[in-house]
């Protein structure tokens, strides 16, 4: 009798999977790098979210950001090699990153390794809910063919919302065409912005952040059922206020709390707080 093929999952560290799920799911998580006051930062490792946050509105330059190397996903890569027969790399939006060619280059180097690449089509946890469900499929028996076919069935149902608590680190990354010519008229709302394949949406303004908690709330019950449903925030000082609203109103849901890492913060900037979530069918 044949064994099922082993099936391991990787990404990059913007899926922003809750640590201990990564832990508990056997998830590989290649760090991006954040590059500021003339450092080279890997992701989660040589600075933490917190720290980060609490840098950011004080320093003089924005920070960049950076794909990790060919040479550290080959080493990802390698690193599996007798743990898995196939690996599934759901990635940051094509759209937005070089990092799936990137490590389509680094999987090159390891040719006893069959590597599947996804385009997330998303970012934080709009990748991470693929990558968790696709480790639980793959923790599950699944085989890389069922695994693929379900991410290509839940990336249409996926939502990401947040409102930012101000315009200006997006107007300064200039990936956003709308945020420069809305920056002067935004300087005093918050803006509420959805993701979707890998580009932000202007959906609503609001003045206040007690009135963007609400609208976050409002829209929130309005999409009907949901299969999977987490709050993001990028160290915002309202995160366990607003949890606690939203595991209220879905008190049967599992909803796990993912903090927004530092390269997609460097875009959005400290204290935005939202949801990612999977529509039900």
Not at 43 to 58: A, H, V
Not at 61 to 89: C, H, N
Not at 141 to 147: F, Q, R, T, V, Y
Not at 233 to 238: G, I, T
Request: with cysteine; proline share 5%.
């Amino acid at each position: 009798m044949q064994m099922a093929s082993r099936i391991r999952i990787l990404t990059d560290s913007t899926s922003d999977v809750p640590p201990e799920l990564a832990r508990q799911l056997n998830i590989t998580v290649v760090p991006a790098y954040i590059q500021m006051e003339g450092q080279s930062l890997r992701d989660g490792e040589q600075i933490t979210r917190e720290e980060f946050y609490r840098r950011l509105p004080s320093l003089t330059k924005i920070p960049t950001t950076a794909v990790p190397s060919a040479y550290e996903f080959a080493a990802a890569f390698r690193s599996l090699v007798g743990q898995a027969d196939e690996v599934i790399a759901i990635l940051l939006a094509g759209a937005l990153s070089s990092m799936i060619s990137v490590a389509e280059l680094g999987a090159r180097e390891v040719p006893e390794l069959k590597v599947h690449f996804v385009d997330s089509q998303q970012l934080a946890m709009g990748i991470g809910w693929q990558v968790i469900m696709a480790a639980e499929a793959a923790a599950q028996g699944a085989s890389a063919e069922e695994i693929l076919a379900m991410l290509e069935d839940i990336r249409p149902r996926i939502r990401l919302l947040a409102v930012l608590d101000t315009v200006k680190y997006l107007v300064h990354s200039g990936r956003v065409s709308w945020a420069k010519g809305f920056a002067a008229r935004l300087l005093d709302i918050k803006p509420l912005i959805e993701f979707r394949q890998g580009e932000a949406i202007l959906v609503g303004q609001v003045r206040t952040r007690r009135r963007a908690m609400e609208e976050l709330l409002e829209r929130l019950t309005k999409w009907g059922p949901l299969e999977r449903l987490a709050v993001v925030h990028s160290c915002a000082p309202d995160g366990e206020l607003f949890h606690a609203r939203v595991q209220a109103l879905f008190p049967d849901m599992e909803v796990p709390v993912s903090e927004i890492g530092p390269v997609i913060g460097t875009h959005i900037g400290p204290a935005a707080l939202g949801v990612a979530v999977i529509l039900s069918r």
